[in-house]
């Protein structure tokens, strides 16, 4: 999957007069209890198309709770390229296609339906996609559980080869991949180990076999306010030769937006540092990162800096995924496949986002993973992690 995300205006567009219609209806998915999310949706998905391009009318009615803030994801099994979008915002990469509300039609009651549409080309073919999710739960064509995994290969065998699903997630070219499917106990053992770095307190850290992005399992952090009660698994490799680019994916959930004080969920020992930490989490509600050295963010947190970055939506499957240079300061961050304008390092200082973080020039190193909770003044928080992959290579959602 490219890590070249391609942001597309809003804007309407005129339906074709020749075109094919085609409508795909979809009911709900339920899940087993804690999977993705509670309650369910239903969607169509109708394409109008005509020689090389299409458009597409998506519906998505929530059948569950009310929504306050929904991204809607599917991938295409042909050559589509979506140009532009509608009454979202819409982004692709490679053939994984995500949709966010547009801010004013984030929330959705419960029984009620939201309506946004995409515009395309395509070459050699423009199937419909089977599968459309909805903050994180699949909705199918004919209301039964996709037999595939949906984050799986959209050409490959419906009824679900095995051979053909990574195993245990999709780990490409990652040097460390975990799932959590090796775990035999509720304390986490072989490829993880908890830890406390500096002092211990409340934080726990359990395999939970009842929340899981896939699989079976996952790690569960319960974190608590103050600096003492902070927990982490730590990855039990020595991950200093990752690079010259070193790459980072997790699936993450979370019951409790980011507070106004500085919390960290993501802890890499640094030897640049000296061992010292590079840190993603949160401060005034977004997501930031974190130099441990000198407590330098990114971006600034100055109201023009935290504009531009982006809160961790509560309550669903969140793909992080970040990258991080190691022979120039360089790092991008991602949250569900979009780019996070905040939370980007080039090398050219730019006011509110990383003119404080080039202070320092020198390139970081991280030597480890930490996947927990630091909370360094108020804030409690619940999270799930799952699907953790680090490579030298860029790895997708």
Same mark, same amino acid.
């Given at each position: 999957?490219?890590?070249?995300?391609?942001?597309?205006?809003?804007?309407?567009?005129?339906?074709?007069?020749?075109?094919?219609?085609?409508?795909?209806?979809?009911?709900?998915?339920?899940?087993?209890?804690?999977?993705?999310?509670?309650?369910?949706?239903?969607?169509?998905?109708?394409?109008?198309?005509?020689?090389?391009?299409?458009?597409?009318?998506?519906?998505?009615?929530?059948?569950?709770?009310?929504?306050?803030?929904?991204?809607?994801?599917?991938?295409?099994?042909?050559?589509?390229?979506?140009?532009?979008?509608?009454?979202?915002?819409?982004?692709?990469?490679?053939?994984?296609?995500?949709?966010?509300?547009?801010?004013?039609?984030?929330?959705?009651?419960?029984?009620?339906?939201?309506?946004?549409?995409?515009?395309?080309?395509?070459?050699?073919?423009?199937?419909?996609?089977?599968?459309?999710?909805?903050?994180?739960?699949?909705?199918?064509?004919?209301?039964?559980?996709?037999?595939?995994?949906?984050?799986?290969?959209?050409?490959?065998?419906?009824?679900?080869?095995? &051979? /053909? #699903?990574? =195993?245990?997630?999709?780990?490409?070219? +990652?040097?460390?991949?975990?799932?959590?499917?090796?775990? $035999? !106990?509720?304390?986490?053992?072989?490829?993880?180990?908890?830890?406390?770095?500096?002092?211990?307190?409340?934080?726990?850290?359990?395999?939970?076999?009842?929340?899981?992005?896939?699989?079976?399992?996952?790690?569960?952090?319960?974190?608590?306010?103050?600096?003492?009660?902070?927990?982490?698994?730590?990855?039990?490799?020595?991950?200093?030769?990752?690079?010259?680019?070193?790459?980072?994916?997790?699936?993450?959930?979370?019951?409790?937006?980011?507070?106004?004080?500085?919390?960290?969920?993501?802890?890499?020992?640094?030897?640049?540092?000296?061992?010292?930490?590079?840190?993603?989490?949160?401060?005034?509600?977004?997501?930031?990162?974190?130099?441990? &050295? /000198? #407590?330098? =963010?990114?971006?600034?947190?100055?109201? +023009?800096?935290?504009?531009?970055?982006?809160?961790?939506? $509560? !309550?669903?499957?969140?793909?992080?995924?970040?990258?991080?240079?190691?022979?120039?300061?360089?790092?991008?961050?991602?949250?569900?496949?979009?780019?996070?304008?905040?939370?980007?390092?080039?090398?050219?200082?730019?006011?509110?986002?990383?003119?404080?973080?080039?202070?320092?020039?020198?390139?970081?190193?991280?030597?480890?993973?930490?996947?927990?909770?630091?909370?360094?003044?108020?804030?409690?928080?619940?999270?799930?992690?799952?699907?953790?992959?680090?490579?030298?290579?860029?790895?997708?959602?």
């Amino acid at each position: 999957m490219s890590d070249s995300t391609r942001r597309i205006a809003v804007r309407p567009w005129l339906w074709p007069v020749m075109a094919l219609a085609l409508v795909v209806s979809a009911l709900v998915w339920v899940p087993a209890p804690g999977a993705a999310a509670a309650g369910g949706c239903s969607m169509t998905y109708t394409p109008n198309q005509w020689n090389g391009g299409f458009t597409a009318q998506v519906k998505l009615t929530n059948l569950g709770s009310a929504i306050n803030g929904w991204t809607a994801t599917w991938s295409y099994g042909g050559d589509q390229h979506i140009t532009s979008g509608w009454n979202a915002t819409v982004t692709q990469s490679g053939t994984a296609v995500t949709a966010r509300d547009a801010g004013y039609n984030a929330s959705v009651p419960a029984n009620a339906s939201v309506e946004f549409g995409v515009q395309g080309t395509w070459s050699t073919s423009n199937p419909s996609p089977t599968v459309v999710s909805l903050n994180g739960v699949p909705c199918t064509a004919d209301g039964t559980p996709p037999t595939d995994d949906p984050t799986d290969d959209p050409t490959d065998d419906p009824t679900d080869d095995p &051979t /053909d #699903d990574p =195993t245990p997630v999709d780990c490409g070219t +990652a040097v460390f991949c975990s799932g959590f499917e090796d775990q $035999t !106990g509720t304390t986490p053992s072989g490829q993880w180990t908890t830890v406390s770095p500096d002092c211990s307190g409340s934080g726990t850290a359990t395999v939970d076999t009842s929340v899981a992005h896939s699989g079976g399992k996952s790690v569960r952090v319960d974190g608590r306010a103050g600096y003492c009660n902070h927990v982490f698994v730590a990855a039990n490799r020595d991950l200093s030769s990752v690079g010259p680019t070193m790459y980072v994916r997790m699936w993450v959930r979370h019951t409790t937006a980011l507070p106004a004080q500085h919390t960290t969920f993501v802890s890499m020992p640094d030897s640049s540092q000296g061992g010292r930490a590079l840190r993603v989490g949160g401060q005034n509600g977004a997501l930031q990162w974190n130099r441990e &050295t /000198d #407590d330098a =963010t990114l971006p600034a947190q100055s109201p +023009a800096g935290v504009a531009l970055s982006r809160p961790l939506p $509560t !309550g669903g499957w969140q793909c992080l995924r970040f990258s991080v240079s190691t022979s120039s300061p360089g790092i991008q961050t991602w949250l569900n496949d979009v780019d996070v304008p905040g939370l980007r390092v080039d090398g050219v200082p730019t006011q509110d986002v990383d003119q404080q973080w080039l202070s320092r020039s020198t390139a970081p190193r991280p030597t480890g993973l930490r996947l927990g909770w630091e909370s360094y003044g108020q804030g409690d928080d619940t999270l799930w992690y799952d699907d953790v992959a680090v490579a030298s290579a860029p790895i997708g959602c």
